[in-house]
């Protein structure tokens, strides 16, 4: 899935590296809890977070994702942004929850068309 | 940002401060380390198992030790990475590399942290970790990862 059809089926506001939007995304997640994002996420690309720091950018960079979507219409500061422009990571928002949000991406499709996908470089 | 010395032909050496007063600036040397590591050409993967350990790593010197220093020493085959600080220390090193061990105060917990899952997953992403800690005195992590 582009992310431009993430944006489009939560009804996101772009506020960052909109050029990336044509890339395509095989699988998210959602969580609050960056030590979760670090501890499971294997190669899951966008983030869905209620959190809104720094730190949520951070967390994205260094597990490789790509797209961080802000659920219930928070809204990034101008230096996460600027964080997030430097790494090149696409920051949304939309107006849903976040069970909602992630509802609806995975009834659109994404995730699924990838499963064992998530095998990734996962070391146990 | 990072000094950078060449130890001799083989290893290149940068040096990051870590500042324990501000938690919006935690891990920019994890990210001044991914770009590098990404200069130098190395797979993808091993990036990502530095970028993650390192990341926890100064995170954690952010949220328990104000600050430290941290080091990284890139050779052909394999990246090291020295945190040291001079924290409170661990007291309980076995308890704390237990997931879902942790001291951290709520306030951590509302910036996302504090889930006691940072250094079992340092260990799980590299080839060696050594933790070096006194109470009172501080703490120093050696991580390798081969590349
Ligand atoms: N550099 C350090 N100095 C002093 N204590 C530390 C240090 N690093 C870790 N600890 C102690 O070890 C515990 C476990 O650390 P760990 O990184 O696994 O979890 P956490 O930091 O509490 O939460 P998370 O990493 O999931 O955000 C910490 O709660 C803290 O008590
Ligand atoms: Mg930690």
Same mark, same amino acid.
């Given at each position: 899935?582009?992310?431009?059809?993430?944006?489009?089926?939560?009804?996101?506001? %772009? $506020?960052?590296?909109?050029?990336?939007?044509?890339?395509?995304?095989?699988? @998210?997640?959602?969580s /609050? !809890?960056?030590?979760? #994002?670090?501890?499971?996420?294997?190669?899951?690309? %966008? $983030?869905?977070?209620?959190l809104?720091n720094?730190?949520?950018?951070?967390? @994205?960079?260094?597990? /490789? !994702?790509?797209c961080? #979507?802000?659920?219930?219409?928070?809204?990034?500061?101008?230096?996460?942004?600027?964080?997030?422009?430097?790494?090149?990571?696409?920051v949304?928002?939309?107006?849903?929850?976040?069970?909602?949000?992630?509802?609806?991406?995975?009834?659109?499709?994404?995730?699924?068309?990838?499963?064992?996908?998530?095998?990734?470089?996962?070391?146990? | 940002?990072?000094?950078?010395?060449a130890?001799?032909?083989e290893?290149?050496?940068?040096?990051?401060?870590?500042?324990?007063?501000?938690?919006?600036?935690?891990?920019?040397?994890?990210?001044?380390?991914?770009?590098?590591?990404?200069?130098?050409?190395?797979?993808?993967e091993?990036?990502?198992?530095?970028?993650?350990?390192?990341?926890?790593?100064?995170?954690?010197?952010?949220?328990?030790?104000?600050?430290?220093v941290?080091?990284?020493?890139?050779?052909?085959?394999?990246?090291?990475?020295?945190?040291?600080?001079?924290?409170?220390?661990?007291?309980?090193?076995?308890?704390?590399?237990?997931?879902?061990?942790s001291?951290?105060?709520?306030?951590?917990?509302?910036?996302?942290?504090?889930?006691?899952?940072?250094?079992?997953?340092?260990?799980?992403?590299?080839?060696?970790?050594?933790?070096?800690?006194?109470?009172?005195?501080?703490?120093?992590?050696?991580?390798?990862?081969?590349?």
């Amino acid at each position: 899935m582009k992310m431009s059809e993430i944006a489009s089926i939560l009804d996101c506001r %772009v $506020l960052c590296c909109e050029d990336h939007m044509n890339s395509d995304v095989f699988s @998210a997640c959602g969580s /609050d !809890m960056m030590s979760d #994002v670090l501890a499971y996420v294997k190669n899951q690309a %966008v $983030l869905l977070t209620g959190l809104v720091n720094t730190q949520v950018i951070r967390t @994205a960079e260094m597990m /490789d !994702m790509v797209c961080v #979507v802000f659920v219930r219409n928070k809204m990034p500061t101008e230096d996460i942004l600027r964080v997030a422009e430097e790494s090149g990571i696409v920051v949304m928002t939309t107006k849903h929850r976040m069970y909602e949000a992630c509802g609806m991406l995975y009834a659109s499709g994404l995730n699924r068309a990838e499963a064992g996908h998530a095998e990734g470089d996962g070391r146990e | 940002m990072p000094k950078v010395t060449a130890v001799n032909n083989e290893i290149l050496y940068y040096r990051f401060d870590v500042d324990g007063d501000n938690f919006t600036s935690a891990g920019e040397a994890s990210v001044q380390t991914k770009r590098i590591l990404r200069r130098v050409g190395f797979p993808p993967e091993a990036i990502k198992r530095v970028s993650i350990a390192m990341y926890e790593g100064e995170i954690n010197m952010v949220i328990h030790a104000s600050g430290g220093v941290a080091e990284l020493y890139i050779e052909e085959d394999r990246v090291v990475i020295v945190l040291t600080d001079h924290g409170p220390g661990i007291e309980n090193v076995e308890l704390a590399m237990q997931e879902g061990y942790s001291t951290a105060p709520d306030n951590i917990r509302s910036l996302g942290f504090g889930a006691g899952m940072g250094l079992p997953n340092m260990k799980r992403y590299t080839d060696g970790m050594e933790i070096e800690t006194k109470v009172g005195e501080g703490t120093k992590i050696t991580m390798t990862v081969n590349v």
